[in-house]
């Protein structure tokens, strides 16, 4: 959705600040900024007992850090952190990821996302609770600024809606 923002304002003729700006808020949401935050309070009570945080997990829907729209076989920015985090981690935390991973992936396909292992991040070096939202904010200014350049080479106004009326029309007195 971010991503469709920044588009959306560079099409309209939005300057590249406030294309970036659209972008950042389009992403303000729990559900997308701020993802890892949920996913550090719950990944914090899932390192201490794996296998009751997969029991719930498994019951009630996915937890939060795992399953994506886009990445749906493998998250890849989650894999590259956690091929850094997870070596230095004790051999506890690496049990639990690994269960937590394999087992939600394996059991209902839901894969371990960057919101997971930016929590591990935070978690593992006693991180402020929204600094994963901060990197991710950070990272992904990177990529809205390329769509914004990507954007700039197509017309203009090409995301314009067009609405379709739907309701009763009414006669005019």
């Given at each position: 959705?971010?991503?469709?923002?920044?588009r959306?304002a560079?099409?309209?003729?939005?300057?590249?600040?406030?294309?970036?700006?659209?972008?950042?808020?389009?992403?303000?949401?729990?559900?997308?900024?701020?993802?890892?935050?949920?996913?550090?309070?719950?990944?914090?009570?899932?390192?201490?007992?794996?296998?009751?945080?997969?029991d719930?997990?498994l019951?009630?829907?996915?937890?939060?850090g795992?399953?994506?729209?886009v990445?749906t076989?493998?998250d890849?920015?989650?894999?590259?952190?956690?091929?850094?985090?997870?070596?230095?981690?004790?051999?506890?935390?690496?049990?639990?990821?690994?269960?937590?991973?394999?087992?939600?992936?394996e059991?209902r396909?839901?894969?371990?996302?960057i919101?997971?292992?930016?929590?591990?991040?935070?978690l593992?070096?006693?991180?402020?609770?929204?600094?994963?939202?901060?990197?991710?904010?950070?990272?992904?200014?990177?990529?809205?600024?390329?769509?914004?350049i990507?954007?700039?080479?197509?017309?203009g106004?090409?995301?314009?809606?067009?609405?379709?009326?739907?309701?009763?029309?009414?006669?005019?007195?």
């Open positions: 959705m971010s991503t469709t923002a920044v959306v560079v099409s309209a003729g939005s300057d590249p600040y406030s294309a970036l700006l659209a972008g950042l808020a389009a992403a303000d949401s729990p559900l997308h900024v701020g993802a890892s935050v949920r996913a550090v309070d719950w990944l914090r009570g899932a390192l201490d007992d794996p296998r009751a945080a997969l719930v997990a019951a009630t829907g996915p937890p939060p795992f399953g994506h729209v990445y076989e493998a890849p920015r989650a894999q590259l952190l956690l091929d850094r985090l997870l070596p230095e981690s004790s051999p506890e935390i690496r049990e639990a990821v690994t269960l937590l991973e394999q087992e939600l992936t059991r396909g839901w894969v371990l996302n919101d997971a292992a930016l929590a591990l991040l935070v593992q070096h006693g991180l402020p609770r929204d600094a994963g939202s901060v990197i991710f904010a950070c990272a992904r200014t990177v990529g809205w600024t390329a769509h914004a990507e954007e700039l080479a197509e017309p106004m090409r995301f314009r809606l067009r609405g379709v009326y739907t309701g009763s029309r009414q006669a005019k007195p």
